[in-house]
C-alpha cells in the first residue's frame, strides 16, 4: 500500500505549465528518488506535497493522496494539520531553515506541543532523544543555543531530528546536503538513511546526483520539465535505464571506475527528443 | 565587554553633541536684536533700571563670559531663573516635561498600534486589494505632517463630530489630587478613572495627530520587512509543521522583521517629539512644546535655553535606548 | 506578474499628473493672482463678516467661498497666499538645495575632515526640535519673508547634506571615479563632471520634496504668528484664524486648510513619483 501517492497533477504559473500530469507513489518504508535537472519541478513536487506552494502557481488537476486522505478536496485548515501530523520536510540549507530569533529546543518541540497535543515534558524528553540519535553532543546545551551559534553539519542534524520528532510516515528530503561541505555531507546522508532505516519512515529524495541515489534509494522518478521521464526500480534504472534521458543522464554521471568518461554531457538530440515530447503533451493538453 | 564599550562611545558622542546644542543655542540667541529687559520694564523705566535688571540677569557681562557662567551652572543642575515668571528654570521646564513625555509616549503606542496592525494585516492580505488600500492610504499619512493631521482631526472630531476634546490637558472643573505632574500616569495609580478617562479624551486628538505619520511608517517598513522575511526557509518549514498562517506571520516572520524596524522608530521617536512642539499649540496642551512658543515670543532667554537642551537630550537618551535595545534584542549581538 | 507592473506604473503616473496639475494650477494662480481673485484680499468689511461659502443661505456670490471674521474674502485670500507660500517654496527650496547638496558632496566625496565636520554638525543639528529652531531663528532674525527663508535653509539642509552625502560616498568607490583619478583629472572636476550627474535625480527628488516641507514651515511660522507682518494674507494665519472662529464659521479653516493639504501632498506625491520614475528598477 503506498502512503503517498501522487496522480496525473498539473500546476501551472499564469499559462505556463510547471508540472505536467506528474504521477508517483511512495510506498510505506520506501525511499524514492527525484532526479531532474535544475528548474525541473523537483522542489515543486515536493511543495505542493506539502502544502507550501508560491502564491503564484496553481494545481489545476490531479490528486495527493496522504494514507488514503485526498488533500485536495481537504479545508486549507484541516489539509495543513494533517501534513503536520503526517508528513515532514528536511529542507536545503540548514543555515536559513531555523529561524534566528527562537532557540533551538522550542523549534524542535514545537509541533509536538501545539499540534500534536503533546505535554511540554514529554516534547522535551522526546527531543532530546532525537538530539542524541542524531549524535549531537551536549543535546541540553544545544537545546538552548540560537542556531547562529552552531555549525551548518549541526544544524541539519537538528533539522533532521525536527523531522522524524512527530513520527511521522513520510519525509520529503529537498536537496538535504547541497548546501554543506563534502566531508559533512557523507555524515549527513548516512544518518538520514540510518534514521529512515530504524523509523521505518517513508522517504521522497530530491537529488542532482545518481550516485547519492544509487546509495541509498529503492525506487526512482527522473523529471524534465515538469514532467515524469521514468518511474523505476533502481536496481532496473542502473542496469537498463528505459527512456533515453535517462540513459544519457546516466552516462553523465561521474564513474568511480572511470572519471574521465563522466564529463560527457546529456547530448542535444536527447534534449530535443524530450523537448519534442513535452511539446506533443502540451498541445494535446491544450497549452501552446 | 562589548557592550559597555558601546554604552561609554555613545554617552561620549551624546557629550559632545549636547555641548554643540548648548554652544549654538547660547549664540544664537545672543544674536538677537529685540532688547529682552526692555520688554520687561513698565514704559518709563531709567537706564539705571535697564544696568540693574541687567547685572541681576548676568546680561552685562561679555557673550564668552556669560556663556561659561552659564555652563558651570548647568553642570549643577542651576539652568538659571526665567525672565518672564522669575522661577527657576528648572523647575518650571521639569513641571511640564511630564506632560510632553505622556503625549508623546501614548503617540508612541498609539503609532506602534496602528502601524503594528496595517503591517500584519497587509501581510495576512498580500496580493489582495485590501493590501493596495493599506498601501495608498499609508502613502498619504506619509505625505503630510503632524500639523496638517491635527487641524484634520480638529475639524473632525472637534467640531462635525465632537466626541474629544481639542484644547488643554485636563477639563479645568475637575479637582485633581496629584503630587506628580505624570496626571495620566497617577491617575491610573490612584484608580481615579474618571480623571484618567478625562486626560484620555483630551489627549488623544493630539496623540494622534503625532502617530499617524509615525504609524505609516511603521507600517510601511515593517510591511516591507514581513515580506522578505515570510519567503525564508524557516517560515516554510513552520508551515509544514501544520502552523496556519497567523501563526506563522506573528511567531516565525514577526520576530525577526522587527529588528531592522526598531532602529527606524527611534529616529523617527525623536522627529514625534519634535513634532510636540507645534501639536502642543494646535491643541492648547500644557506642555513643554507650548511653554517654549511661548518663551520665545516672550524673548525668555533662560527658558529657551534650558527647554532647547532638554529636548536634546531627550533626542540623545532616545537614541542611546534604542541602540541598547536593539544590542539586547539581536541574539547575534548579544552573544557576539 | 508583468500585469501588477503595469498596474503599479500607471498608479504611479496617475499620481504624478494629478500633482503636477493641482501644483500648476496653484502657480497660475498666484501668477495671475491680481487679475483672478474676486476681491482685494486685504480689504476689511465688518457687515460682510463670517459670509458663509456660495451654496449655504444668506451667502454673498460675491464670496464664493465665504468671508472670515473681518469680512476678507477666503477665496481671495487663498489665491493670494498662494504667491507666499509658493514663493517660499521656490527661494527657501533651492537655497536648502545648494547649500546642502553642495556640503553632502564635500563631505561625501573629500571625506577626510571636512566629512567630519559637516557629519557632527548633522548630528549636532539632528538633536534640535526643528519647529522649536525654526521659531527659535524667527525671534532672532524678526519677522518677515527674508527670515522665513533664512530659518527654512539653516534648518533643514542637513536633510540634503545626509543623504548627497551617502550618495557620493558609494559613487565615489566606483571604479570610473577611481579610473579618472588615475588617469590624473582635478578631483574637484570630477565631483562636477563625474558624482554631481550621478546624484542629480536624487537630488530633484529631495528639492520637490523640501518644497512641500517648506510650505509647512511657513505655514507654521504664521500659524504661531511669527510670519509675516499679520496683514499678509497668509494660508497659516488664515488656518490661524480659522482655529479660534471654528464654531462660528468653519469655512474660514476649511479652505485654506484643503488648499495646503492638496499642495503639501501634490510636492510629496510628485517627489516620491519622480522617485520611481528616476529608479530604473520598480522598488
Ligand atoms: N515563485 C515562483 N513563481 C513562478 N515560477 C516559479 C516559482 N518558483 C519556481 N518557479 C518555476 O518552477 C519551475 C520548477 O522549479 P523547481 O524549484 O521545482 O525546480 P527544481 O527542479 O527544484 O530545481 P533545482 O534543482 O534548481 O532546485 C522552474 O521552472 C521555476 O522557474
Ligand atoms: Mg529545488
Same mark, same amino acid.
Given at each position: ?6 496522480? =496525473?497533477? =498539473? ?87 531555523? =529561524? ?189 | ?43 518709563? !523705566? ?8 541687567? !547685572? ?80 495608498? !492610504? ?42 506628580? %505632574? ?107 512644546? %507650548? ?27 532616545? %537614541? ?9 534584542? %539581536? ?6 | ?23 500648476? @494650477? ?27 461659502? &456660495? ?7 460675491? &464670496? ?63 538633536? &534640535? ?11 532672532? @532674525? ?64 529631495? @528639492? ?14 504664521? &500659524? ?60
Amino acid at each position: 500500500m503506498s502512503f503517498l501517492t501522487i496522480e =496525473n497533477l =498539473n500546476a501551472e504559473v499564469g499559462p505556463a505549465p510547471i508540472l505536467r500530469d506528474v504521477s508517483l507513489s511512495v510506498a510505506a518504508g520506501e525511499v524514492r528518488g527525484l532526479v531532474g535537472e535544475s528548474g525541473a519541478g523537483k522542489s515543486m513536487i515536493g511543495k505542493a506535497v506539502l502544502g507550501t506552494l508560491p502564491s503564484a502557481i496553481e494545481i489545476s488537476s490531479g490528486r495527493i493522496v496522504l494514507e488514503g486522505e485526498d488533500l485536495q478536496a481537504m479545508r486549507p485548515r484541516d489539509r495543513r494539520r494533517v501534513i503536520g501530523a503526517k508528513a515532514a520536510l528536511i529542507p536545503q540549507d540548514p543555515l536559513t531553515a531555523l =529561524n534566528p530569533s527562537r532557540r533551538v529546543g522550542p523549534q524542535i518541540t514545537d509541533r509536538l506541543v501545539d499540534i500534536l497535543g503533546w505535554t511540554r515534558h514529554d516534547a522535551q524528553t522526546r527531543a532530546l532523544e532525537l538530539l542524541d540519535e542524531v549524535q549531537i553532543p551536549e543535546p541540553e546545551r544545544v537545546m538552548r543555543a540560537y542556531p547562529h551559534e552552531l555549525s551548518g553539519g549541526m544544524r541539519q542534524r537538528i533539522l533532521i531530528a525536527s523531522a522524524f520528532a512527530a513520527e511521522p510516515k513520510l519525509i520529503i528530503a529537498d536537496e538535504p546536503t547541497t548546501a554543506l561541505d563534502v566531508t559533512v555531507q557523507k555524515q549527513i546522508l548516512k544518518l538520514i538513511k540510518q534514521m529512515q532505516a530504524r523509523h521505518g519512515t517513508a522517504l521522497l529524495f530530491v537529488t542532482h546526483d545518481l550516485g547519492v541515489v544509487s546509495k541509498i534509494c529503492q525506487s526512482l522518478t527522473v523529471l524534465y520539465g515538469g514532467k515524469v521521464l521514468e518511474d523505476t526500480r533502481i536496481g532496473d534504472f542502473f542496469a537498463r535505464p528505459a527512456h533515453p534521458y535517462s540513459a544519457a543522464l546516466l552516462a553523465a554521471t561521474p564513474k568511480y571506475t572511470d572519471p574521465a568518461a563522466s564529463l560527457t554531457p546529456v547530448p542535444e538530440a536527447v534534449i530535443d527528443g524530450v523537448r519534442a515530447e513535452i511539446e506533443a503533451f502540451d498541445r494535446m493538453h491544450g497549452h501552446v | 565587554m562589548t557592550l559597555i564599550r558601546r554604552i561609554l562611545l555613545r554617552l561620549l558622542t551624546m557629550a559632545i553633541t549636547l555641548f554643540g546644542v548648548a554652544v549654538i543655542v547660547f549664540f544664537v540667541i545672543r544674536v538677537v536684536p529685540g532688547n529682552p529687559i526692555a520688554m520687561m520694564l513698565p514704559p518709563g !523705566a531709567g537706564e539705571e533700571d535697564i544696568a540693574r535688571l541687567k !547685572a541681576l540677569y548676568g546680561l552685562d557681562k561679555t557673550i564668552p563670559e556669560q556663556f561659561v557662567i552659564w555652563l558651570s551652572g548647568v553642570l549643577q543642575g542651576d539652568f538659571g531663573t526665567s525672565i518672564t515668571t522669575r522661577q527657576p528654570v528648572l523647575a518650571l521646564v521639569l513641571s511640564r516635561l511630564p506632560a510632553t513625555l505622556e503625549l508623546s509616549v501614548v503617540a508612541l503606542v498609539i503609532a506602534v498600534a496602528i502601524g503594528g496592525t496595517l503591517a500584519l494585516t497587509g501581510t495576512r492580505m498580500r496580493g489582495t486589494r485590501s493590501e493596495g488600500a493599506i498601501d495608498v !492610504a499609508n502613502g498619504m499619512a506619509l505625505s503630510v505632517p503632524d500639523f496638517l493631521w491635527g487641524l484634520v482631526l480638529i475639524l473632525l472630531f472637534g467640531v462635525l463630530w465632537p466626541v474629544f476634546h481639542i484644547s488643554g490637558r485636563v477639563s479645568p472643573s475637575l479637582d485633581l489630587p496629584f503630587v506628580t %505632574n505624570f496626571y495620566l500616569f497617577e491617575s491610573v495609580l490612584r484608580l481615579r478613572f474618571d480623571i484618567w478617562a478625562d486626560l484620555v479624551a483630551h489627549m488623544f486628538m493630539p496623540a494622534l495627530a503625532l502617530a499617524i505619520p509615525l504609524a505609516a511608517i511603521i507600517a510601511q517598513l515593517l510591511k516591507q520587512s514581513l515580506k522578505e522575511t515570510m519567503h525564508l526557509d524557516y517560515v516554510t518549514l513552520s508551515r509544514t509543521k501544520g502552523y496556519g498562517e497567523n501563526h506563522v506571520i506573528t511567531r516565525e516572520a514577526l520576530p525577526n522583521a522587527v529588528l531592522p524596524t526598531l532602529t527606524l522608530i527611534g529616529v523617527q521617536f525623536t522627529f514625534l517629539i519634535g513634532g510636540t512642539v507645534i501639536i502642543e499649540r494646535l491643541f492648547s496642551y500644557e506642555g513643554l512644546g %507650548n511653554m517654549a512658543i511661548d518663551a520665545v515670543i516672550n524673548r525668555d532667554l533662560p527658558l529657551i535655553q534650558g527647554i532647547v537642551i532638554l529636548f536634546a537630550l531627550i533626542f540623545s537618551v532616545v %537614541n542611546l535606548v534604542v541602540d541598547l535595545t536593539y544590542a539586547a534584542l %539581536n541574539p547575534r549581538l548579544r552573544h557576539g | 506578474m508583468a500585469d501588477g507592473r503595469s498596474q503599479v506604473k500607471r498608479r504611479a503616473g496617475a499620481r504624478l499628473w494629478l500633482s503636477a496639475t493641482w501644483l500648476g @494650477l496653484l502657480v497660475l494662480g498666484a501668477v495671475f493672482a491680481p487679475l483672478i481673485a474676486p476681491q482685494d484680499p486685504l480689504a476689511q468689511d465688518l457687515f460682510g463678516a463670517r459670509l458663509p461659502p &456660495f451654496w449655504e443661505a444668506g451667502a454673498d456670490a460675491a &464670496f464664493p467661498l465665504g468671508s472670515d471674521s473681518l469680512g476678507r474674502d477666503v477665496l481671495s485670500r487663498i489665491i493670494h497666499g498662494a504667491r507666499i507660500a509658493l514663493g517660499v517654496a521656490l527661494i527657501a527650496g533651492t537655497l536648502t538645495c545648494l547649500i546642502g547638496s553642495g556640503l553632502g558632496l564635500i563631505a561625501g566625496y573629500f571625506r577626510g575632515w571636512p566629512d567630519m565636520v559637516i557629519s557632527r554638525l548633522v548630528d549636532i543639528w539632528m538633536a &534640535f526640535p526643528p519647529v522649536l529652531f525654526a521659531i527659535l531663528l524667527i525671534a532672532v @532674525l524678526g519677522t518677515g519673508l527674508s527670515s522665513i527663508i533664512i530659518a527654512i535653509v539653516v534648518i533643514d539642509w542637513t536633510r540634503f547634506a545626509r543623504v548627497i552625502r551617502a550618495e557620493a560616498m558609494s559613487q565615489g568607490a566606483m571604479d570610473y571615479v577611481a579610473s579618472a583619478q588615475v588617469a590624473g583629472r582635478k578631483r574637484f572636476s570630477i565631483l562636477l563632471a563625474e558624482i554631481l550627474p550621478n546624484v542629480l535625480p536624487t537630488i530633484v527628488v529631495l @528639492l520637490t520634496l523640501e518644497m512641500g516641507i517648506a510650505v509647512i514651515v511657513e505655514a507654521i511660522l504664521s &500659524f504661531v504668528n511669527l510670519s509675516i507682518s499679520t496683514d499678509q494674507p497668509t494660508w497659516g494665519s488664515m488656518i490661524a484664524e480659522g482655529r479660534l472662529s471654528i464654531h462660528q464659521a468653519w469655512w474660514v479653516l476649511v479652505f485654506p486648510l484643503v488648499t495646503l493639504f492638496l499642495t503639501v501632498l501634490s510636492f510629496s506625491q510628485l517627489g516620491e513619483g519622480l522617485k520611481d520614475h528616476f529608479d530604473p528598477v520598480l522598488r
